[in-house]
RNA sequence: GCCGAUGUAGCUCAGCCGGUAGAGCAACUGAUUCGUAAUCAGUAGGUCACCAGUUCAAAUCUGGUCAUCGGCUCCA
């Protein structure tokens, strides 16, 4: 931390008056501690002081490329948007503005709809505000006289945010820059001339404080950065990711469609696109038998009542689709769960044959509303790798922590990163105070057993019970839930799931959701993003084409392709009359780990010359060697 | 579901003010037999998402439906 400069403009330390000194705070702000904590610290520390302390460590911090920083920066930019927008356009009302991970945004309502060129024109704006370098000025107010100015204003949302502050908040404070005033706890960049690098991304709807009850407004997305180079290097990467956009190589590498006449949210898998999804669920059945897991299968649709009994039908009765078997109402299951509480209790249960776990490729119908459908990653059938656990309450512990092994051994092999969530319960729910705090004490223990680092998510458990989530990042840098261990204290109540103790009583076992990869389809949309379609040798659904310089090295090329084939490499032959360059370019394109190229030399020597998707050339080798090269690496899921 | 945009050949896109469709790439056919990201020539390909309406006439205007895209809300 000794290193960090502090832009005082006399080059001083300063201190705080309860004994702190300038260092001290950038330091902790440096920790990652609450933006918001250090800001308000800092903002203390401006009345205390009457230095302009704020801005300043900002700017230092802008200067340093810290995170902190830079949402003080576009946290400005959005206060420049929102009097760009107020200045272009007539009765516009402004909401809130943050700062996000990508940038900013600042919500509006406004009549009438910003079109393309209305952002071209704000734009236009904000550069001149920028130009204009106006600085920002912080003032600090009453409560009452900040409803009063903004009332004053017309401004009703502003007024509605200060009305619902707590009520121990006597003083706020506003942020002012070229005449444009706006209600902000700060902090904020000294003037908008350091303004450097910004661009407005695109308008959306969204809520009023997030509520779909509440009214829609314009939401402008931007950003902005330090540097012109590092928003050119925003905007670039913008642009690979789109690149690498599942949906895009779904077509180009032939592995799926998602098609507007079968429906909308149902994936066709193609062959390559099956082999892959066959690939990943090979490893999951080995994986999970491994771990002790008993593979079962249930039916598509159950008695309606059998929903009523587990509480689905009451919670999740808007995204299930039913249907009808000899007047009799079914529903389309929509969780796995069912099927695996009646073999449980198909026979009588003791403590001996605990834990049980029932393991399932479980598909399932789930109603997502129209909006929402996304590709692979969010679709109306899909299917889990779904467990569920039952076990004594003393075994909860040990299971849960190694499911959270196993998630991070899954997520090692597959080179993702991930997060850690743990969400407690929501409004709608079912069972006992006591039995979540059981089950929320559980699955929080057994995180810190592992000393895994996670956040806490209030209220947004399952209706049967709290959960842990892990989150792993795409090439677009959204998270995708994938892995989750939900604790549920209430189907084996609802179900009568008894097991005999050793003191030969009747027990109540616990219960445990869980999936690994999560579902397949959004698992293999994440893993087509991550690997850009390139996949390693173990999953490609082709390892190997075979391409002949001239049609008198098919005799030759079509026994490697039997050799190959017979060695259970996946290999397919280019034997068409083409010039190597369009062959080689056209297995590039497809991504496919090695070309073997075959031509005189390699006739003659009776070899193969692997050349990589990557340029590099593995040379002359014999092909029994390169075939121990694709196992090698397959079995090293590499 | 909500806000906004979009839907023309397999893909990427042209097609002004309504007069009834075009390019490049891909595909197919022929020629070419050629060493590491595109050989040349020719041919074929469209109910302009779907359904109504306005009009002498609709890809074009209006309404509805479906679907997609960017978000919001929700979620594996």
Same mark, same amino acid.
């Given at each position: 931390?000794?290193?960090?400069?502090?832009?005082?403009?006399?080059?001083?330390?300063?201190?705080?008056?309860?004994?702190?000194?300038?260092?001290?705070?950038?330091?902790?702000?440096?920790?990652?501690?609450?933006?918001?904590?250090?800001?308000?610290?800092?903002?203390?520390?401006?009345?205390?002081?009457?230095f302009k302390l704020h801005r300043d460590a900002a700017l230092t911090l802008v200067d340093i490329g810290s995170k902190e920083g830079l949402g003080i920066l576009r946290h400005s930019i959005s206060h420049v948007m929102a009097q760009a927008v107020q200045d272009t356009f007539k009765n516009v009302l402004v909401t809130i503005g943050p700062s996000i991970e990508e940038g900013f945004y600042y919500d509006f309502e406004y009549a009438e709809t910003f079109t393309p060129?209305?952002?071209?024109?704000?734009?236009?704006?904000?550069?001149?505000?920028?130009?204009?370098?106006?600085?920002?000025?912080?003032?600090?107010?009453?409560?009452?006289?900040a409803v009063e100015l903004f009332r004053g204003k017309g401004e009703s949302y502003k007024v509605e945010l200060l009305n619902d502050l707590p009520a121990d908040v006597k003083t706020v404070s506003i942020y002012t820059q070229g005449g444009y005033t706006d209600l902000c706890r700060g902090p904020h960049i000294p003037s908008t001339g350091m303004i450097k690098a910004f661009k407005l991304l695109n308008v959306a709807g969204a809520y009023w404080r997030g509520d779909e009850k509440n009214k829609m407004l314009q939401r402008i997305y931007?950003?902005?950065?330090?540097?012109?180079?590092?928003?050119?290097?925003?905007?670039?990467?913008?642009?690979?990711?789109?690149?690498?956009?599942?949906r895009r190589l779904g077509r180009e590498l032939d592995l799926f469609q998602v098609n507007e006449e079968a429906g909308a949210g149902l994936v066709i898998f193609h062959p390559k696109g099956m082999l892959l999804r066959?690939?990943?669920?090979?490893?999951?059945?080995?994986?999970?038998?491994?771990?002790?897991?008993?593979?079962?299968?249930?039916?598509?649709?159950?008695?309606?009542?059998l929903w009523k009994k587990s509480g689905h039908f009451d919670h999740y009765r808007e995204n299930m689709y039913f249907t009808e078997v000899d007047n009799q109402p079914y529903g389309i299951k929509p969780m796995n769960c069912l099927s695996h509480m009646l073999i449980y209790k198909s026979k009588i249960r003791s403590y001996r044959d605990l834990p049980l776990r029932y393991f399932e490729l479980g598909t399932v119908h789930r109603h997502e509303k129209g909006g929402v459908l996304h590709?692979?990653?969010?679709?109306?059938?899909?299917?889990?790798?779904?467990?569920?656990?039952?076990?004594?309450?003393?075994?909860?512990?040990?299971?849960?922590?190694?499911?959270?092994?196993?998630?991070?051994?899954?997520?090692?092999?597959?080179?993702?990163?991930?997060?850690?969530?743990?969400?407690?319960?929501? *409004?709608?729910?079912?069972?006992?105070?006591?039995? #979540?705090?059981? +089950? /929320?004490?559980?699955?929080?223990?057994? =995180?810190? %057993?592992?000393h895994m680092s996670y956040d806490v998510?209030?209220?947004?458990?399952?209706?049967?019970?709290?959960?842990?989530?892990? *989150?792993?990042?795409?090439?677009?840098?959204?998270? #995708?839930?994938? +892995? /989750?261990?939900?604790?549920?204290?209430? =189907?084996? %109540?609802r179900f009568d799931l008894t097991y005999i103790g050793e003191d030969g009583e009747r027990?109540?076992?616990?219960?445990?959701?869980?999936?690994?990869?999560?579902?397949?389809?959004?698992?293999?949309?994440?893993?087509?993003?991550?690997?850009?379609?390139?996949?390693?040798?173990?999953?490609?659904?082709?390892?190997?084409?075979?391409?002949?310089?001239?049609?008198?090295?098919?005799?030759?090329?079509?026994?490697?392709?039997?050799?190959?084939?017979?060695?259970?490499?996946?290999?397919?032959g280019?034997?068409?009359?083409?010039?190597?360059?369009?062959?080689?370019?056209?297995?590039?394109?497809?991504?496919?780990?090695?070309?073997?190229?075959?031509?005189?030399?390699?006739?003659?020597?009776?070899?193969?010359?692997?050349?990589?998707?990557?340029?590099?050339?593995?040379?002359?080798?014999?092909?029994?060697?390169?075939?121990?090269?694709?196992?090698?690496?397959?079995?090293?899921?590499?």
């Open positions: 931390m000794s290193d960090i400069k502090i832009g005082l403009p006399d080059g001083s330390t300063g201190t705080f008056s309860d004994g702190t000194t300038v260092r001290d705070v950038v330091a902790s702000w440096k920790q990652d501690l609450l933006a918001s904590t250090v800001a308000a610290k800092v903002d203390q520390a401006l009345v205390d002081t009457s060129e209305d952002i071209e024109k704000i734009e236009k704006r904000m550069a001149e505000l920028v130009a204009a370098n106006y600085s920002f000025e912080r003032r600090e107010m009453s409560r009452e006289e931007g950003t902005g950065f330090a540097t012109k180079e590092a928003l050119a290097d925003y905007l670039r990467v913008i642009e690979e990711a789109k690149k690498r956009d599942h066959y690939l990943i669920e090979e490893w999951e059945r080995k994986e999970h038998l491994k771990r002790g897991y008993d593979m079962v299968m249930g039916p598509q649709i159950l008695k309606a009542d590709g692979l990653m969010r679709v109306r059938q899909f299917t889990q790798d779904d467990a569920h656990i039952l076990c004594t309450p003393e075994q909860l512990n040990a299971e849960i922590r190694a499911i959270a092994d196993f998630v991070g051994y899954a997520m090692g092999i597959f080179g993702f990163e991930y997060e850690v969530e743990l969400s407690t319960r929501p *409004k709608d729910s079912i069972g006992s105070d006591q039995d #979540w705090e059981m +089950a /929320t004490n559980a699955l929080e223990q057994a =995180l810190k %057993d592992n998510n209030p209220g947004d458990g399952a209706f049967y019970g709290p959960k842990i989530d892990f *989150k792993l990042k795409d090439a677009l840098k959204r998270k #995708w839930q994938c +892995a /989750t261990i939900q604790c549920d204290f209430t =189907l084996p %109540d027990h109540r076992p616990v219960m445990l959701h869980r999936v690994i990869l999560g579902a397949i389809e959004r698992f293999m949309g994440v893993l087509i993003e991550h690997y850009a379609g390139a996949f390693p040798v173990w999953l490609s659904p082709v390892q190997a084409v075979i391409v002949t310089v001239t049609d008198k090295h098919i005799p030759y090329g079509q026994e490697v392709y039997r050799q190959l084939v017979d060695a259970g490499v996946r290999a397919e280019d034997f068409r009359n083409e010039k190597l360059g369009y062959k080689i370019r056209e297995a590039q394109l497809q991504k496919v780990p090695y070309m073997l190229v075959i031509g005189d030399r390699e006739v003659e020597s009776r070899c193969v010359s692997p050349r990589q998707r990557d340029g590099g050339n593995l040379g002359a080798i014999g092909v029994d060697e390169f075939i121990k090269l694709i196992k090698d690496k397959c079995s090293a899921y590499k």
